[in-house]
């Protein structure tokens, strides 16, 4: 088991099927806590990078703990890791996490890091990685190769029956497929372009304005052609996050509800994280009742999940209606508006058509949760960083935490994406959890 500072720590790690290995379950049941914190990464990392961003944010955790005195001298706090196959694009970073990873500039071609970690997570279509690697590297001026690149990216997306139901995050009209999977590759391009310099990015040969045309040269529009790969790759790990939380995270629970009864359970999520925590929900049996809070950190899924209706002139509801009451405390969403991951590309992946429009702020049905927070469930609490560091949060019920205080450190195209290791927000996950709180 790795040495992330704290102790006791365990990892459980899930496979694309949800499925974990039975000896790593019961390292899980016999751990002799009273509180146990459970962390899932989102879908841009690898294992050994996970394992850091863990050791990273629970580091603050035993001296807040210690800070409460007697309200915190019952709690015996254990923490998890949750790992599952997602996939590293090596040109993301974590803002002031020290972490091996190798530092990649922004850019169209794809390095080593990423092309291994494409073949990983897609197995079998080695091949495909490869053409799309070439494409990108070599970026060549014809609408013929942008084509050719729609057909290769599309062919990483898993097109069955049985696994499409993940992707989902609404039901009715705010559901369907995302427009990067049907619609013509050099208009997606184009727009994609458009939005990276809408994050700060510079795109070669220069950040288009708002009279940017496709001219006589397409080689500019591959920065473009590689968030739509991004984005495709980030749309199978949503169908994945789903699952793994349903099928996989879920049951875990309901089996510790069961062999230990006595466990508090904090589930804290980041990114497409968030979303495996919550569909974790989903596969929760019903009567568990150990589930004591949830936190999304950034949450990488729709602002309408939770919501039993859909605002008006949308018909339908949430994928996890309701579902927020089968926590027994709250269920937390921090967010910030320097999330330009969220604020920007995630609006423009999930739309299902129409033009372009700079940040999307006319429509609100493409907005994340980690966005602007928890949308058309009440009641939900609105509440500053500030405001919840002095008095804490509900007892239960929904929850939107502006955090923008803190989580505002990145570069583009994320921006602060991934700017969430800070004491502040530890101190969130305690207060949540009534862990250590009088």
Not at 229 to 238: D, F, H, W
Not at 332 to 345: E, K
Request: proline share 6%; aromatic share 8%; hydrophobic share 40%.
């Amino acid at each position: 088991m790795p040495d992330i500072g704290v102790e006791p720590y365990r990892e459980i790690t899930f496979d694309a099927d949800g499925d974990a290995s039975p000896a790593e379950r019961a390292a899980l049941a016999e751990l002799d806590v009273t509180d146990l914190v459970m962390f899932s990464h989102g879908w841009n990392n690898t294992p050994s990078v996970a394992t850091g961003l863990y050791r990273h944010f629970f580091t603050p955790f035993p001296g807040l703990l210690a800070e409460a005195g007697p309200a915190g001298a019952g709690v015996r706090l254990g923490y998890a890791g949750i790992v599952w196959p997602s996939i590293r694009f090596a040109d993301e970073q974590i803002p002031n996490f020290p972490h091996t990873a190798l530092a990649v500039e922004p850019g169209a071609g794809l390095d080593t890091a990423t092309v291994d970690a494409l073949k990983r997570a897609f197995p079998g279509q080695e091949v495909t990685v490869d053409a799309l690697a070439r494409l990108l590297d070599e970026q060549p001026d014809s609408e013929e190769a942008f084509r050719q690149f729609g057909l290769l990216t599309r062919e990483l997306v898993t097109d069955d029956g049985e696994s499409s139901g993940f992707a989902d995050d609404t039901v009715g009209d705010g559901a369907g497929a995302a427009a990067l999977l049907t619609d013509e590759m050099l208009g997606l391009c184009r727009e994609f372009t458009l939005a990276l310099s809408d994050t700060g990015m510079r795109v070669e040969p220069g950040p288009p304005g708002p009279s940017f045309s496709l001219g006589n040269s397409l080689k500019h529009l591959w920065n473009g052609a590689k968030e739509v790969l991004r984005q495709t790759t980030y749309y199978e790990m949503k169908r994945r996050s789903g699952k793994v939380g349903q099928l996989g995270l879920g049951p875990l629970l309901g089996e510790l509800a069961r062999t230990r009864p006595a466990m508090r359970v904090h589930l804290v999520g980041h990114s497409q994280g968030g979303r495996l925590v919550a569909f974790a929900l989903k596969g929760l049996p019903e009567g568990a009742r150990n589930v004591k809070s949830v936190t999304l950190l950034e949450g990488a899924f729709s602002h309408y999940a939770f919501a039993e209706r859909l605002p008006s002139g949308l018909s339908g509801s949430g994928a996890l209606a309701a579902l927020h009451r089968r926590v027994d405390g709250p269920v937390i969403s921090c967010y910030s508006r320097f999330d330009t991951a969220l604020g920007v590309i995630y609006p423009l992946a999930s739309k299902l058509a129409g033009d372009y429009q700079g940040l999307l702020q006319l429509d609100r049905r493409w907005w994340a949760i980690g966005h602007d927070g928890i949308q058309s469930v009440a009641p939900c609490t609105e509440l500053t960083l500030a405001e919840v560091l002095r008095d804490g949060v509900p007892d239960s019920g929904c929850v939107s935490v502006n955090a923008e205080s803190v989580v505002r450190s990145g570069g583009p195209p994320s921006g602060a994406h991934s700017d969430i290791c800070h004491p502040e927000l530890a101190r969130v996950v305690l207060a949540a959890g009534r862990i250590g709180c009088t």
